[in-house]
């Protein structure tokens, strides 16, 4: 294969948590993305040469995309460089992963323009050097789902270790992003550092009980499993008429609703598109009767994640 001298990429949003796996679960979306374009230069190092949609650094070392592209680079010590345009419409601050899309889509990029010496770890490894710029800590339920598309479970981060999950064919999505920001680091700053053990005990249940029911396509078991007693409690009072809209969720046919991410997003999942609108509308009906700005989305599962355009 002759190598390529650009790239362009669609980096999709992601939902990080699935309510009862904190900073282990995620899963990828179709419909919500950034787009990037990465070009090799005879220059050497790593440039953002321009960013669209929202205004964030161009210097690499405070960029997520440039920090995760500067980790692979320093790794594979190319001949050349490498330029990166970044498209950006997933919001920073959304809770759908925006900064892990640009810390996965740089180096999802320049490794395909080096023809692939990294494997799809590696490059979440990469890409954490990035997302911590974000959130001030090493996690990887963001990026390992934008990466390896579909379910994922990270389980661990050191040494880094992901197992990918299968997803039943009728789960779609629906994501609502209240209109206002909250820093992932101050959303973690809320949560206790110890726990109940009964908390424990219904969490670790319910993350087990969820990848069954992912293998099984046990919808009924999905439903059971999808709570959150340890996360939700402490974040929920961020987020604007939260308990409501999970009450219209939940009566709208949803399998489960709960905080995306480190928030503001919501998300529910559901079982087929019928459904989907559905709670879309439900949502949709009360968030508007709101003075809250909103954007509401229902995708399907990408079980491919980063895809070349
Ligand atoms: N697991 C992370 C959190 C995802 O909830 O803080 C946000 O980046």
């Known amino acids: 294969m002759a190598s390529l001298p ?3 990429i669609f980096s999709p949003a992601t939902v990080a948590n699935v309510s009862c796996g904190f900073d282990v679960l995620g899963y990828c979306l179709d419909s919500v993305g950034d787009e990037m374009i990465v070009r090799k230069s005879d220059h050497k190092g790593i440039r953002i040469t321009k960013i669209e949609g929202f205004d964030l650094p161009l210097e690499t070392e405070l960029n997520v995309a440039g920090v995760s592209a500067l980790a692979l680079y320093n790794d594979a010590k190319p001949e050349c460089g490498f330029d990166i345009e970044i498209y950006k419409h997933i919001k920073p601050g959304s809770g759908i992963g925006s900064s892990s899309a ?3 889509g740089s180096v999802f990029a320049i490794n395909e323009l080096l023809e692939r010496p990294y494997n799809k770890t590696e490059l979440t490894a990469f890409a954490m050097k990035g997302e911590a710029l974000a959130s001030q800590s090493e996690h990887a339920d963001n990026l390992a789902p934008a990466l390896f598309g579909g379910f994922t479970l990270v389980k661990s981060v050191s040494p880094l270790n992901i197992i990918e999950l299968p997803s039943p064919r009728d789960l779609y999505t629906v994501i609502l ?5 909250i820093k992932t680091s101050e959303s973690r700053a809320l949560l206790p550092k110890e726990i109940l053990l009964s908390h ?3 969490q670790w249940s319910n993350v087990g009980s969820f990848v069954h029911a992912l293998h099984t ?4 078991l999905l439903q059971e499993s999808l709570k959150d007693v340890v996360v939700e409690p402490f974040r929920k009072a961020l987020i604007p008429h939260f308990e409501d809209m999970k009450t219209i969720a939940l009566n709208s046919g949803a399998l489960g609703f709960g905080i995306s991410g480190s928030g503001p997003s919501v998300f529910a999942l559901c079982k087929g598109q019928e459904t989907a609108e559905k709670v879309k509308d439900g949502l949709h009906q009360f968030y508007s009767k709101t003075q809250i700005e909103f954007e509401l989305h229902l995708s399907k599962i990408n079980t491919e994640g980063i895809k070349i355009l």
């Open 217 to 220: 396509e046990d919808y009924n």
């Open 102 to 104: 640009s810390a996965a």
């Open 200 to 202: 424990a005990i219904t």
């Open 6 to 8: 650009y790239i362009k």
């Open 177 to 181: 992003h209240p209109q206002i920001e």
